[in-house]
């Protein structure tokens, strides 16, 4: 399991050494593939997996034809042109294609980080992965605070659901109300409970 991160920097070659903790894991080349924001180095057997797992969503969507461009064309490309063979030197540098130091604006000296995330690794231009990493904590912090806000506003209105007005006339009549117990009668004042409908206080 590839797991971890390791911080080096471009030569004027366009390599990057790996670390230890990643190269054990690879030979002297291996499969990569690039997306928008990183480079993604794959163990064989992940490469393998991924590919054909990439290539049944492409069969089973809308069908390419090698005599225009649509929908299945255009996806066509992004996976096969988005793969490279890179290669390892015997210090466990490996060689960055030169369209992928173009596309992620790497030149010589340029800080990057490996990033293990299970069975391949991303080779992201540090400022960008900083940037990135910053970014996602801020959505994590603000969907946190709607979710807060979301809870604060659900329990208010519980609250005024079963909260009722006591009206003056309501309050004086000593109707018993939701939350409320009935007014008992003072030492002294008729009894006036008329169960049977006597219209006297009759039982």
């Known amino acids: 399991m590839l797991y971890g991160d390791f911080i080096t920097a471009v030569d004027d070659k366009g390599r990057a050494g790996m670390g230890q903790q990643f190269r054990e894991h690879f030979g002297e080349t291996a499969r990569a593939y690039m997306t ?113 806000e979301q809870a604060v506003l659900h329990d208010a209105q519980l609250k005024a659901r079963w909260e009722v007005p006591v009206s003056p006339d309501t309050e004086d009549a000593g109707c018993a109300l939701p939350g409320r117990e009935p007014e008992k009668p003072s030492p002294g004042q008729p009894f006036t409970h008329d169960p049977d409908g006597h219209g006297d206080g009759r039982k």
């Open 36 to 148: 928008g924001d990183c480079l993604r180095v794959f163990v064989d057997s992940a490469f393998e997996r991924e590919f054909a797992r990439e290539k049944e969503k492409l069969e089973s969507g809308p069908p390419s034809s090698a005599f225009g461009e649509d929908e299945g064309s255009a996806r066509k490309r992004r996976l096969f042109g988005g793969i490279f063979d890179v290669a390892f030197d015997k210090q466990g540098r490996m060689t960055i294609p030169r369209s992928v130091r173009r596309d992620l604006a790497l030149v010589d000296g340029s800080q990057v980080v490996w990033v293990g995330v299970e069975d391949y690794v991303e080779l992201w231009p540090a400022e960008r992965l900083y940037m990135r990493d910053e970014f996602e904590k801020e959505l994590e912090q603000r969907r946190r605070r709607y979710l807060r």
